[in-house]
T-cell receptor, first 113, second 115 residues
Framework: DSGVTQTPKHLITATGQRVTLRCSPRSGDLSVYWYQQSLDQGLQFLIQYYNGEERAKGNILERFSAQQFPDLHSELNLSSLELGDSALYFC????????????FGNGTRLTVT | AQKVTQAQTEISVVEKEDVTLDCVYETRDTTYYLFWYKQPPSGELVFLIRRNSFDEQNEISGRYSWNFQKSTSSFNFTITASQVVDSAVYFCALRTTSGTYKYIFGTGTRLKVLA
C-alpha cells in the first residue's frame, strides 16, 4: 500500500459531462502529481502541485483543471468529456527533493461513453 | 533535452529465463536520479528502485538487479529466473535537479512471462 488514496476507483459517464477525481497524498507529502494513462500508452504528466500551489504543468487540456487544498488533498476536474478522455488517471505524491520517488495511488479508471 | 528511452515495447520469455529490460536516458545535468516502477496487470504503479548519478554500484535485490552505467547513459533492469508474477509493464524514469524537477518517464516495456 503506497499510502496514496484515490477515489473513485471506477467512473463511467457520458460525453459532455463533468467529473471530479480525488486524491489524498501520503502523510507528510506536500507534492501531488496527476498523470493520465490511456490504453496501452505511457504516463502523460498533467500537473503538479506543491503545498497548495501549482508548480508544473504538462500536457493538460484546457477542459481539465486541478487544485490542491489546504489539507493537501487534490482534485482533478475533467469537463466537457470526450470519448478520448477515457483513461486511467493516477495521482502520485512525494516529499520535496529531487531524490524522492513518486508514490502512486491505485488510479481512477474513467470510461466515457 | 531530457529523455528516457525504453526501446523494447514488449518482451516475452518463458518462466525461469533471465530477462533484461533496457533504459537509456539523456540529460545534461550532472546530478540526477533514475527510478524503476512496475505496473502489474492489476494496474497500480509500484516504486522499485532509485539510483543517483553519483552511485554506479550495481544493485541486487533477490531476483532483481540493476546495472547503472553513466558511460552509456543506461540503467538496465535484469530479472533472474523470471516468474509469471513478474509479468507487468516496467517504467524507467529520470528526475534532474534543473527545471521543475519533473519526472520524465519512458514509454514502458511490457514483460510477459509464460508458464
Amino acid at each position: 500500500d503506497s499510502g496514496v488514496t484515490q477515489t473513485p476507483k471506477h467512473l463511467i459517464t457520458a460525453t459532455g459531462q463533468r467529473v471530479t477525481l480525488r486524491c489524498s497524498p501520503r502523510s507528510g507529502d506536500l507534492s501531488v502529481y496527476w498523470y493520465q494513462q490511456s490504453l496501452d500508452q505511457g504516463l502523460q504528466f498533467l500537473i503538479q502541485y506543491y503545498n497548495g500551489e501549482e508548480r508544473a504543468k504538462g500536457n493538460i487540456l484546457e477542459r481539465f483543471s486541478a487544485q490542491q487544498f489546504p489539507d493537501l488533498h487534490s482534485e482533478l476536474n475533467l469537463s466537457s468529456l470526450e470519448l478520448g478522455d477515457s483513461a486511467l488517471y493516477f495521482c502520485a505524491s512525494s516529499v520535496e527533493g529531487v531524490r524522492s520517488p513518486l508514490h502512486f495511488g491505485n488510479g481512477t479508471r474513467l470510461t466515457v461513453t | 533535452a531530457q529523455k528516457v528511452t525504453q526501446a523494447q515495447t514488449e518482451i516475452s520469455v518463458v518462466e525461469k529465463e533471465d530477462v533484461t529490460l533496457d533504459c537509456v536516458y539523456e540529460t545534461r545535468d550532472t546530478t540526477y536520479y533514475l527510478f524503476w516502477y512496475k505496473q502489474p496487470p492489476s494496474g497500480e504503479l509500484v516504486f522499485l528502485i532509485r539510483r543517483n548519478s553519483f552511485d554506479e554500484q550495481n544493485e541486487i535485490s533477490g531476483r532483481y538487479s540493476w546495472n547503472f552505467q553513466k558511460s552509456t547513459s543506461s540503467f538496465n533492469f535484469t530479472i533472474t529466473a523470471s516468474q509469471v508474477v513478474d509479468s507487468a509493464v516496467y517504467f524507467c524514469a529520470l528526475r534532474t535537479t534543473s527545471g521543475t524537477y519533473k519526472y520524465i518517464f519512458g514509454t514502458g516495456t511490457r514483460l510477459k512471462v509464460l508458464a
